[in-house]
């Protein structure tokens, strides 16, 4: 994933940890206590929108974008309606700073 080789290069004070699908995801959001979440829409287990309501049901408010290669109107509306933004792929470093400065952007900051 180019997220992964972005994310050090780019924010070093963001650490990374990587999910293999939703039911993983919910998992380590559990245990690990990420500060924000950039989830894919497209999931062997669960799908992103899923996902994200998942999450917001566990914390209210918590900073989640959808990441997919195709922003289809339906995506767009599905996650403005959760209240949380998308990313497009290929992804941008401008894209995914402006996503982890309204996440927290401080040091220790976990995705």
Same mark, same amino acid.
């Given at each position: 994933? !180019?997220?992964?080789?972005?994310?050090? $290069?780019?924010?070093?004070?963001?650490?990374?940890?990587? @999910? !293999?699908?939703?039911?993983? @995801?919910? %998992?380590?959001?559990?245990?690990?206590?990420?500060? +924000? @979440?950039? !989830? $894919?829409?497209?999931?062997?287990?669960? *799908?992103?929108?899923?996902? +994200?309501? /998942?999450?917001? +049901?566990?914390?209210?408010?918590?900073?989640?974008?959808?990441?997919? @290669? %195709?922003?289809? /109107? +339906? !995506?767009? *509306?599905?996650?403005?309606?959760?209240?949380?933004?998308?990313?497009?792929?290929?992804?941008?470093? $401008?894209?995914?700073?402006?996503?982890?400065?309204?996440?927290?952007?401080? %040091?220790?900051?976990?995705?």
């Amino acid at each position: 994933m !180019v997220l992964t080789k972005m994310l050090p $290069d780019h924010f070093p004070d963001w650490s990374l940890t990587e @999910a !293999v699908g939703g039911e993983d @995801a919910l %998992n380590k959001f559990e245990s690990e206590a990420p500060q +924000a @979440a950039i !989830v $894919d829409v497209n999931m062997p287990d669960i *799908d992103g929108p899923e996902l +994200a309501e /998942k999450l917001l +049901a566990i914390k209210p408010g918590f900073p989640i974008t959808l990441l997919t @290669a %195709n922003i289809q /109107k +339906a !995506v767009r *509306d599905r996650a403005e309606s959760l209240g949380i933004g998308y990313l497009s792929k290929p992804h941008d470093k $401008d894209g995914l700073q402006e996503f982890l400065s309204k996440s927290g952007g401080s %040091n220790g900051n976990s995705l």
